[in-house]
């Protein structure tokens, strides 16, 4: 696992913090009603989902393969964050902005699926999303398919992933032949 990547550490404080400060905002209230009647009261954030994935393993180098591409190039660290909303039970949308392992700032909007496949592990899911992706610009366009150019397309992640429980989850996105990447979730409920 020599590929594997950490982020710098304020960068991971910054992330960690901002999710602590999302589940904070979410747990007080100034509403001093009985807990009873707050039950059936439900935050405007309630359903979205934050993601922070600092890490990832590529499964290969970043070999030249155009020669149009730079000489001796190497992944750059990868950093995500992420918002999605639940639509329903099973369908998702949300949007990422992302560091792309070629240095690169990046984005993907998206509309998704996510499936719970065991009654037994009720906190496991798989999920898969497509959508737009922004950000693989020239030299690097053809890194990825169904890419133009000016580093627009289209592409498909699917994930897998574990509810610890209602709020916290982790999960590992598929970015292809490429590597994996893992993250950090919190959902506001």
């Known amino acids: 696992m020599k590929n594997l990547r950490s982020a710098h550490p304020s960068v991971f404080a910054l992330g960690l913090s901002s999710l602590m400060a999302c589940a904070t905002v979410s747990a007080q209230t100034s509403d001093p009603a009985p807990a009873t009647e707050k039950a059936g009261k439900s935050s405007v954030l309630s359903g979205w989902m934050f993601g922070y994935a600092p890490f990832d393993w590529h499964f290969s180098d970043a070999r030249k393969e155009n020669d149009f591409e730079p000489d001796e190039q190497k992944h750059a660290y990868v950093w995500l964050i992420q ?12 949007f990422a902005y992302f560091k792309n392992s070629f240095g690169q700032p990046s984005q993907y909007a998206y509309y998704g699926w996510r499936f719970r496949p065991f009654d037994s592990a009720p906190g496991l899911f798989i999920k898969i999303t497509g959508g737009i992706i922004h950000g693989y610009k020239f030299p690097f366009n053809k890194k990825i398919p169904l890419n133009n150019r000016h580093g627009w397309g289209i592409t498909a992640i699917p994930a897998l992933g574990y509810d610890v429980n209602q709020n916290w989850g982790a999960q590992v996105n598929v970015l292809g032949n490429a590597g994996v990447m893992f993250q950090l979730n919190y959902t506001v409920r």
């Open 83 to 94: 918002a999605e909303k639940e639509l329903d039970e099973r369908h998702i949308a949300g």
